[in-house]
């Protein structure tokens, strides 16, 4: 089926606050993007929802949710949480060579570079802050188109 033949369509996964979730949400998304004939992308899209499942479940104390939309041949994924902290994306490599040594933040950094990696993959990623009967959270996303 060509690209231009497919139709918009969306899924939402709600997750429970388990680091098993990343794997679930992998598993269930490469046979979702399968049967809409977009397995070109299954690779990267992986990559970048496992990152946005993990920072949603390690970095929060609730439930979280992956999003994936198809509409005008973008994919979108995306990850809420109850946290409506923004993200923090790790420091560039250019950041960290500024800072010196010894400035705490190198190569041994546990944390941050998912979004470095979500940065790098993505065509375009981003995040809102949400807010619903008084709760606040936020949904941070990334697009990937079809080359």
Avoid at 70 to 96: F, T
Avoid at 103 to 128: M, N, Y
Wanted: charged letters at 20%.
């Amino acid at each position: 089926m060509p690209h231009n033949a497919i139709e918009p369509w969306e899924y939402t996964l709600s997750i429970p606050n388990d680091p098993r979730a990343v794997t679930v949400c992998r598993r269930t998304l490469r046979p979702i993007l399968t049967v809409h004939g977009l397995i070109g992308l299954t690779d990267v899209a992986e990559l970048l929802a496992a990152e946005l499942v993990s920072n949603a479940v390690c970095h929060t104390k609730g439930p979280a949710a992956l999003r994936l939309r198809w509409r005008d041949e973008i994919l979108r994924i995306g990850a809420w949480d109850g946290d409506p902290e923004p993200p923090r994306p790790a420091p560039s490599v250019s950041d960290l060579a500024g800072a010196g040594a010894g400035a705490g933040a190198g190569a041994e950094t546990e944390s941050g570079r998912g979004l470095a990696l979500v940065q790098a993959c993505a065509d375009v990623w981003g995040w809102h802050p949400l807010s619903k009967d008084g709760g606040r959270s936020k949904y941070v996303w990334c697009d990937l188109g079809v080359a």
